[in-house]
């Protein structure tokens, strides 16, 4: 870097760092970065924000640059910004990320920004409602997720909380589209590698949910308490979002894209245990119905 001396400085930072000049074009990339993301500076500098390479998604699930807060924003006002957001790893899976972007200026003029940004961890509390369970018989093998035995044991204490405590709580169910497709076109290791793949998303970014599961083959549980039909639908878009976010990075094949349907329901007065799964499947059959790639919880 030409007109940034103190690279060197920034390297032994834990952050992530990475400017971008007024082109939006990266120009440094940090030790940090690499860590953080899995990408070199030998893969990234030289390359453009439009180049995607982190895919940002911002906590509501839009894509940055397209649908939410535009990046380049302090690089015109001069202010600096602090977002909450998810990034692409190298191997494909989102994770979380605070960022901070600095305007760059040189002389008085701004020339670029610079990114700074670091993980956001769960604290030992959130793992836990997430699922985290060491008892191996209650655990997916191939995700490490909670199977459908662990889970179908919490839904029945969610359902007597709502009994006797009138807690509510609603269930989402993402299901891969074409996923025997897939598996045909790719081989049953692939299909694999993008369970694990989806299960490191939703461990990293799903951080409201009581639990997330393996409920069947290629379908994902999860559960949120006190939740409106209107929450339901918001993060069932998060999760369709995040997961259209992760690629499959296959050495064998170029990278592998997918999509996921997602179905969500809210606990009603009159339900017991089969009715509430029963509506969850009727609507994640509906958003396959449209084509996939959906979500519906109406």
Request: charged residues 25%; negative net charge.
């Given at each position: 870097m030409n007109n940034f001396e103190n690279h060197s400085i920034l390297n032994s930072l834990f952050e992530g760092i990475y400017i971008v000049d007024k082109h939006r074009k990266i120009i440094f990339w940090s030790k940090?970065?690499?860590?953080?993301?899995?990408?070199?500076?030998?893969?990234?500098?030289?390359?453009?924000?439009?180049?995607?390479?982190?895919?940002?998604?911002?906590?509501?699930?839009?894509?940055?640059?397209?649908?939410?807060?535009?990046?380049?924003?302090?690089?015109?006002?001069?202010?600096?910004?602090?977002?909450?957001?998810?990034?692409?790893?190298?191997?494909?899976?989102?994770?979380?990320?605070?960022?901070?972007?600095?305007?760059?200026?040189?002389?008085?003029?701004?020339?670029?920004?610079?990114?700074?940004?670091?993980?956001?961890?769960?604290?030992?509390?959130?793992i836990k409602r997430i699922g985290s369970i060491s008892n191996k018989l209650l655990r997916d093998k191939l995700t490490g997720l909670p199977n459908k035995k662990r889970f179908e044991h919490f839904l029945v204490e969610k359902m007597n909380d709502y009994r006797n405590l009138d807690v509510p709580f609603g269930l989402i169910l993402a299901d891969i589209d074409n996923f025997e497709g897939i598996n045909d076109t790719y081989g049953r290791e692939s299909g694999d590698e993008l369970l694990r793949l989806l299960s490191d998303t939703f461990r990293n970014s799903i951080k409201l949910a009581d639990m997330i599961g393996r409920w069947e083959n290629d379908a994902f549980i999860f559960l949120f308490s006190d939740v409106s039909n209107e929450a339901i639908y918001l993060l069932c878009e998060k999760i369709r979002v995040l997961s259209e976010g992760s690629t499959l990075r296959n050495s064998a094949f170029k990278d592998v894209d997918f999509t996921v349907s997602v179905g969500g329901t809210v606990i009603r007065n009159e339900d017991d245990i089969n009715q509430i799964v029963e509506r969850l499947y009727a609507r994640l059959k509906k958003a396959k119905i449209r084509g996939g790639n959906n979500s519906v919880v109406k």
């Open positions: 940090g970065a690499e860590r953080i993301t899995g990408f070199t500076d030998h893969e990234t500098v030289g390359k453009f924000s439009h180049d995607n390479i982190l895919n940002h998604i911002d906590i509501h699930g839009r894509q940055l640059c397209f649908e939410g807060f535009d990046l380049s924003q302090p690089m015109i006002d001069g202010q600096p910004r602090e977002v909450d957001l998810y990034i692409q790893h190298k191997m494909g899976y989102m994770i979380p990320v605070k960022m901070k972007i600095i305007p760059w200026i040189i002389g008085g003029k701004v020339e670029g920004t610079i990114e700074m940004f670091i993980e956001s961890h769960e604290s030992i509390h959130t």
